[in-house]
């Protein structure tokens, strides 16, 4: 008689590994398991709910004009993780600290004193051509004595921060979706080991 198991969901960065579903169907071919969704009915994988972003904070520096721009990317989940992220990389000390986020369809930048629309636009303008979500850049500027203007604002901070995004590593995140299998009983403990291959070296290529 066939049993039926819920695999839990799994989130991963990078590399979408097939090998389960290759595994599974190598396993037990010849009895024709049923692979279904939460919902019972067959499906097949879309990116539905897929995002890439930055795997880890990344950062790129650069002097213009005797001013120094660091500009700070990190991988943030919601308007809490952005304010902690900047609670934790801004610099008191700094003349600015200018910033923006993006997380799905909702942003916010911020100037920090500099004039309207110089900093925290260009730096959304970079995330948003990045083609990256769920990120936040800081953008710290330690003025240097020689003003830049505004074009020399708006290019100094969206070009540091476009290429910290540029040479951040990045992963493809895929939400979690439970699915299930129906195998044959005798069949059980052989999908259980496979599984547990798979899931093992996926969590050990990502670690």
Known sequence: MPVGIT???YRYCH?????????????????KPMITSASGSSSTPTNAGAYTTIKE????????????????AGPISNEQSAQSFLNRVK???ATHNCWAYKVGDQYRSNDDGEPSGTAGKPIHSAIV?????RVMVVVIRYFGGIKLGTGGLVRAYGGVASE????????????KVPMGVEVPFDLLGVLYHQVSIVFDSNYASFS
């Open 129 to 133: 051509s990045s083609g990256l979500d």
């Open 57 to 72: 904070t990344a950062t790129f520096e650069k002097e213009t004009k005797k001013s120094k721009f660091i500009a700070i």
């Open 7 to 9: 695999t839990p969901g």
């Open 15 to 31: 590399k979408l590994n097939l090998r389960l579903s290759a595994t599974i169907s190598s396993v037990v071919t010849s009895k």
């Open 164 to 175: 910290c995004l540029r040479n951040a590593p990045v992963c493809l995140v895929k939400s």
């Open 91 to 93: 610099d008191p000390r």
